[in-house]
């Protein structure tokens, strides 16, 4: 009974003319659900069956851009490259985040002025991120020539050189650009512990470090599920960092899942190739959410 | 027990010996207090406020930590700087990290006006220019169809509506690219491919879940009896909606501005796939001109390029300071 | 339209359902002209639900209701001739109380002159003229709910709808306005349908008082009638503060003369006027603390001697919990009266003002 509801009207006339404003009101919101999000989504599943290539045709081919997709070294690649990335991030950019969040709930003086410094690099954009690490990773100009000219010749940090680990300069980058924000999110969600917790922590006399993690870490569930979901959510979409930063090189070392549905459909012209690639991106995003959803909001009804 | 004579002569001994003037009352009211319990020699214990070391152990570590983690995140912008304002052959010999011997401006003054992305050299102008024109009307657009949104969910809900909720905020999950091709189809269905117009539908489309989820919340936050007496008063839709709600609204609409001006002046993935070379907002020009193959790399340039297109969010997340936090915090946590 | 000559509100087989849940149940009640009718209940019982549906702010899921003889089941709110005051008092914060007040006259299309005319009689009737130029953040609560009376007040409407309008107030400020609110009746004489929970708002203020539960109508009667043959052990129970004593027993026949029985404890009831006729079986006695007398000489037909358990002051009275038998009872005594606790007393009253409950819960 919290929201007033217009529903169910008893033996008016006409239903369609009920509260016609407000549906008039929601066409854009309705026709991009079902247009966009719903038709789109479908659209976009039903030509990946298909063996479409400048233009979307109606050619079934079966499974077999899916084979196709499983066996081409670059998607390979993709995908352990996302593998990769995500989980660190996940960690990284969580622990990083709360301990972050920690240190400024201590009541520190300069608390705003940490967090807007923690914070500015989230209002860039990813290209800007991405340029920006290029130029401190250049391992003629950036941070491996400024050690080596400090006398220390033989250090060697050029990940952006060096298939082998050129995801984990990326990763830098991201974090650098992410972990402001998560740790936003887990200020407000560390404010938001009541204060009465911390006094009889205090009067049992908890250390602060177990008060966090025993305590205050588990009543922060809420908020810890939806900051793992949109950081989730955002790994998955990690494409203009990429671009930006290492256009996937060197060769293909750094090639992300949404780097290659975009070079196949409007590169290669291979839309079949992409449309595979990009329903595979969604399932994985499904294997995320769904769970998460089915916890959330399932147990709720 | 002291008896009261001997109390009075304490007082006495006491008040000669505090110092002048400094809560006196109060002192010596503790003090008569702590005789009457019998345990006159509890006085000579700690009183007053607890001694606070400001370079404890503790503080040490908690500023140390953030200090150094401080520098962590400033140095890009500060190698950004410092990168732009320099000369090619300086940044060739020297450090990055080293402050300009010889200021200039000139890196700016090529990224803003020639710099070359691809096939024309007028600098990132030409994408900052564009980047407004797509900024500023999707930004109206988009907090306009989402207000109504939320506020048609929170007040006047009819039947579907809350399925259709469901489906957009799901679909804030889905990849964008699983939708990039059937809105490219859409968008030249109705002519708008490849003009900045196409490129404001579709960032209302994309802003609308979390702008509605941000409005809806607010909206439903807001006393339910206001739109009650407001009804009663024989306002509708659009009148509630235009004289009492977003009238009460303005902070979150600040909110979502903020959000949006920053969300889609950084978009990049968009920009690229629905705009013509000629009408690329800043961000893909940016990228165009630092990765492009040809030529000399002019660090400095690009340097002086990324800090440009970087401006305008920077500027917004300064001014709007608290907002921002608020915002970004609010949309998430309650989403 | 049956209990009443001419109604000024009447509903007809109302009922409403959220979903499968049933909130309102085949209610009828048929308001006169100039009354001022409370509905009161506990939180859930449906009271604000039922206002909302005469508001129009809620639709029926079957009835019909009528105001001054037209059929608005289908109306809008602001087409049902009814002003609304409500519990938050729901002023747009944005608006100076002077526009708070001509919102719904402007939205309407009424002339200027004819909404200056009407503010200036709320605002003398109200007492709030210096306040009209304010916004309602400047406002104490008394005059925020005067200013939501006044927007009531200016839409020159039948009926009224309160909507617990003083339950965000303070005790002293809500006695206040509660007599206000009498002294508006009295003289504006429109008809008044008033949501509450609080039975001291429902007794001062009701011509009639609708008491609810689950959604139905428990007893709609006068408050003294209510107050003294309460139909169930319902409207007993929550009528009256302190409550009600309860004595669980039965109801026996020895001689011809019907009497209560619970343990040893044996109450005649030859002076207890019965609502039906009367069957030997189990049965619960009902007797207000304020009904039985302590110490007060003979004469009680029923008297006993008894221990004072607990003594509770409330100020001008105080409350005597005394055990009687294996059953523990408040009486309720001036204080000036009150005896220790431990001591002795005598305990009377007369079953005339009790009230006798069948298993059911219904009026015996």
């Not at chain 3, 009872?329 to 305990?347: D, F, N, Y």
């Amino acid at each position: 009974m919290r929201h007033f509801t217009m529903s169910s009207a008893a033996r008016r006339p006409s239903r369609l003319f009920r509260n016609f404003s407000a549906k008039i009101a929601s066409v854009p919101m309705i026709l991009t659900a079902l247009v966009v999000f719903v038709g789109g989504t479908l659209w976009t599943v039903l030509y990946s069956f298909t063996n479409s290539r400048l233009l979307p045709r109606l050619n079934f081919v079966g499974l077999d851009q899916y084979e196709r997709l499983w066996a081409t070294p670059r998607w390979l690649v993709s995908i352990e490259n996302l593998a990769i990335y995500g989980i660190l991030s996940l960690i990284f950019s969580l622990v990083i985040g709360f301990v972050l969040a920690a240190l400024l709930d201590q009541k520190i003086r300069f608390e705003d002025t940490l967090r807007t410094i923690f914070l500015y690099p989230f209002a860039l954009s990813f290209v800007v991120t991405g340029v920006v690490w290029q130029w401190l990773l250049n391992p003629d100009f950036g941070v491996q020539a400024v050690v080596r000219s400090l006398g220390w010749e033989s250090f060697a940090f050029d990940p952006l050189y060096n298939s082998s680990i050129v995801i984990y300069g990326v990763l830098i980058a991201a974090l650098w650009q992410g972990t402001g924000f998560v740790m936003c999110l887990m200020l407000a969600g560390l404010r938001g512990i009541d204060e009465d917790i911390w006094k009889a922590a205090r009067v049992d006399g908890i250390p602060a470090w177990r008060t966090y993690l025993f305590i205050v870490l588990p009543m922060m569930r809420p908020v810890l599920v939806t900051t793992l979901v949109i950081i989730a959510a955002g790994i998955v979409k990690v494409y203009d960092l990429v671009v930006a930063q290492t256009s996937g090189g060197p060769g293909i070392a750094s090639e992300v899942p949404a780097k290659y549905v975009y070079d196949y459909m409007f590169f290669a012209q291979n839309l079949g190739q992409g449309f595979a690639a990009s329903t595979m991106m969604l399932l994985s995003v499904a294997i995320v959410i769904v769970p998460w959803a089915y916890l959330e909001f399932g147990r709720r009804r | 027990m002291a008896t009261p004579q001997t109390l009075e002569q304490f007082q006495q001994k006491c008040a000669a010996v505090l110092r002048p003037g400094l809560r006196k009352n109060k002192e010596l009211e503790r003090f008569r207090v702590s005789v009457k319990n019998g345990n006159a020699l509890a006085a000579d214990g700690p009183r007053g406020p607890k001694p606070r070391h400001a370079f404890s152990k503790r503080n040490i570590f908690i500023y140390g930590t953030l200090f150094v983690v401080a520098v962590y995140y400033l140095l890009p912008l500060y190698v950004m700087v410092v990168t732009s304002l320099k000369g090619m052959p300086e940044i060739r010999l020297g450090n990055i990290f080293s402050p300009p011997m010889e200021i200039t401006f000139e890196p700016w003054v090529k990224a803003w006006a020639t710099a070359c992305t691809g096939l024309n050299c007028d600098g990132l102008s030409r994408g900052f220019w564009n980047s407004v024109r797509i900024t500023v009307p999707s930004v109206i657009l988009s907090i306009a169809i989402a207000s109504v949104n939320g506020y048609a969910l929170a007040n006047w809900r009819f039947k579907g509506s809350e399925l259709f909720f469901t489906i957009l905020i799901v679909g804030a999950f889905i990849p964008y690219q699983v939708m990039l091709y059937p809105i490219v189809i859409i968008l030249r269905e109705i002519g708008l491919y490849g003009s900045l117009s196409g490129l404001v539908v579709v960032h209302s489309i994309f802003g609308m879940p979390i702008l509605t989820l941000l409005f809806r919340n607010y909206f439903a936050s807001l006393p339910e009896e206001l739109f009650k007496a407001a009804r009663v008063d024989g306002a509708g839709f659009w009148s509630i909606y235009l004289r009492i709600m977003v009238p009460m609204s303005v902070p979150i609409f600040v909110v979502a501005v903020i959000l949006q001006i920053t969300g889609i002046w950084n978009d990049f993935l968009f920009g690229v796939v629905y705009t013509r070379p000629d009408t690329y907002p800043m961000t893909v020009q940016l990228n165009n001109i630092v990765n492009s193959v040809q030529g000399v790399k002019e660090y400095n340039v690009n340097m002086a390029a990324t800090l440009l297109t970087g401006l305008v969010p920077l500027i917004v997340y300064f001014i709007s300071g608290k907002l921002f936090v608020r915002g970004i915090a609010a949309g998430a946590v309650k989403g | 339209m049956s209990a009443t000559a001419n109604p000024s509100v009447s509903i007809q087989d109302l009922t409403l359902n959220f979903g499968i849940v049933p909130v309102l149940q085949s209610l009828d009640l048929d308001i006169a002209e100039g009354e001022f009718i409370v509905l009161l209940g506990p939180s859930g019982c449906g009271k604000s639900t039922l206002l909302n549906c005469i508001a129009g702010l809620l639709d029926i899921s079957d009835g019909r209701i009528f105001i001054k003889g037209k059929n608005v089941t289908w109306e809008e709110p602001k087409d049902r001739g009814i002003g609304m005051v409500f519990q938050s008092y729901a002023l747009y914060p944005q608006m100076s109380v002077e526009k708070n007040l001509s919102f719904g006259l402007k939205v309407a299309g009424t002339p200027k002159a004819e909404i200056d005319k009407r503010i200036a009689r709320a605002a003398e009737i109200l007492q709030i003229e210096q306040l009209l130029q304010r916004k309602p953040a400047a406002l104490s609560g008394g005059q925020r709910q005067r200013v939501a009376i006044g927007r009531a007040l200016v839409r020159d409407v039948d009926v009224f709808l309160f909507d617990e309008p003083l339950s965000n107030l303070d005790a002293k400020l809500r006695s206040e306005l509660r007599v206000e609110i009498k002294r508006l009746h009295q003289r504006l004489a429109n008809t008044m349908i008033y949501v509450t929970h609080d039975q001291i708002e429902a007794m001062t203020l009701a011509d009639r008082i609708a008491v609810m539960r689950g959604g139905v109508i428990q007893q709609l009667d006068e408050p003294q009638a209510i107050y003294n043959r309460p139909v169930n052990r319902f409207v007993a129970g929550f009528i009256g503060s302190p409550g009600m004593n309860f004595i669980e027993g039965g109801l026996e026949e020895s001689g011809g003369d019907w009497r209560f029985g619970s343990g040893d404890l044996k109450v005649p009831l030859s002076t207890y006027v019965f609502d039906q006729q009367p069957v030997a079986g189990p049965a619960v006695f009902g007797m207000r603390p304020e009904h039985i007398g302590l110490n007060s000489g003979s004469g009680w037909p029923f008297s006993a001697k008894v221990t004072v358990d607990v003594v509770e002051p409330m100020g001008s009275d105080t409350l005597v919990w005394v055990r009687l038998g294996a059953q523990s009872l408040s009486v309720r005594v001036p204080s000036e009266r009150a005896p220790k606790t431990g001591s002795q007393v005598e305990i009377g009253f007369d079953p005339m003002r009790a009230s006798l409950f069948g298993e059911d819960g219904n009026r015996l």
